[in-house]
Nanobody, 121 residues
Framework: QVQLVDSGGGLVQAGGSLRLSCAAS????????IGWHRQAPGNQRELVAT???????NYADFVKGRFTISRDNAKNMVYLQMNNLKPEDTAVYYC???????????????WGQGTQVTVSS
């Protein structure tokens, strides 16, 4: 069983920055792939970024160059640094824990409760 608590959302102006945090309780956290997702009203939840236990990362094209995912295995924490935020980044952001299937595709299993990010123009 993995419990995730995400935090750090808020209201920011376009061009600003926020750092989201995900606190995880997992026995083998250092080996667990963690993802950040977002869901805007009326839209499907979409994957933003993932970080594998070894530190390898992947990003959705729409955040490349602006968002950075990182982890601190000693603290069981994962972060999403979001820079140059745009109004279209407004969404509820969720962290997840899961693994990679045989095709290397990330499959989330556990979810945080979500944190609201609102970017004003």
């Amino acid at each position: 069983q993995v419990q995730l608590v995400d935090s750090g959302g808020g209201l920011v102006q376009a061009g600003g920055s926020l750092r989201l945090s995900c606190a995880a309780s997992a026995r083998n956290f250092a080996f667990t792939t963690i993802g950040w997702h977002r869901q805007a009203p009326g839209n499907q939840r979409e994957l933003v970024a993932t970080i594998r236990g070894g530190g390898g990362t992947n990003y959705a094209d729409f955040v490349k160059g602006r968002f950075t995912i990182s982890r601190d295995n000693a603290k069981n924490m994962v972060y999403l640094q979001m820079n140059n935020l745009k109004p279209e980044d407004t969404a509820v952001y969720y962290c997840s824990a899961g693994g990679l299937n045989s095709g290397g595709i990330y499959r989330p299993v556990y979810w945080g409760q979500g944190t609201q990010v609102t970017v004003s123009s």
